[in-house]
């Protein structure tokens, strides 16, 4: 008895891989972002508790600002690369 397998492809065109192209970019940069800017806050010795508590503050808020715009560039850029992946191809193969 013979079996059907088919198989799901797309082809991405020059649109497609420039959106993605820049969402994988745009995460790296990101990353890079949120580890060197936490790197310079851990790097320096505080002098008091009160510069402790406003460097906890001030990096907790940088790092909220900076995951909001992660995921509001992620998400739409996101969408881009998902929007030009291609169309659908169905490719159907025999095993016997």
Known sequence: MATI???EVRK???F???FLLI????NLLMLLWIIAGLSAVSGAPAASDAEN???AIGSAIGVGIIFFIW???SIILGLLAL???GRKTIIEE???
């Open 16 to 18: 497609g891989w420039v």
């Open 12 to 14: 991405r065109g020059f």
């Open 83 to 85: 929007v030009t992946r």
């Open 5 to 7: 397998i088919r198989r």
């Open 94 to 96: 025999t095993m016997a």
């Open 23 to 26: 969402f994988i970019g745009f």
């Open 71 to 73: 995921a509001c560039g």
């Open 53 to 55: 508590a406003g460097r």
